[in-house]
Structures are given as structure tokens and as C-alpha cells.
């Protein structure tokens, strides 16, 4: 990490807090949301058998893998 100071005004400050504030409520959503369909997924797994689907997913997806282990619980996992 680089040392030193900066100069911005107030305004500019509280912006920059306010945004820090929206991006950690945005991120617990995303949990929740990436937590709620795990579980639909891991009912639709019970159900029927989604693996190729899931392995096609897996093959395109840049960002995420989508992994059931052998009790039919789906984890999704960041690349």
C-alpha cells in the first residue's frame, strides 16, 4: 500500500461515503439473493435431473461454477 495524504472537498468525501455505504448494502443483497437460489436450485436438483444443464452453464460462465455434491446441495462458486 502507497503512502500519503489527498485533498478533496466535503461534498466530494461524503459522496465517496455514501457510495461505500450502497455498495456494502448491494453486496448483502447479493448474498442473500446468491444464498435463496442455491436453495431453489438444490430443490429443482431433487426433482429432476439438471446436471447436463448445469455442466453446459459451467462450460459458458466466466464468472461462476455451479458445483452439487452428493447430497443433491448446490453450491455456486466464483471463478
Do not use: C, W
Not at 443483497?29 to 435431473?49: A, G, H, W, Y
Not at 439438471?50 to 464468472?63: A, G, L, R
Amino acid at each position: 500500500m502507497v503512502k500519503g495524504q489527498v485533498t478533496m472537498n466535503l461534498e466530494d468525501y461524503h459522496t465517496l461515503l455514501d457510495a461505500k455505504i450502497k455498495t456494502l448494502e448491494l453486496q448483502e443483497k447479493s448474498d442473500i439473493l446468491l444464498k435463496e437460489l442455491q436453495v431453489f436450485l438444490s430443490f429443482i436438483v431433487t426433482r429432476t435431473d439438471i446436471s447436463p444443464y448445469i455442466v453446459e452453464f459451467n462450460k459458458q460462465s466466466k464468472s461462476s461454477v455451479i458445483e452439487i455434491d452428493t447430497n443433491g446441495t448446490v453450491k455456486i462458486q466464483k471463478k
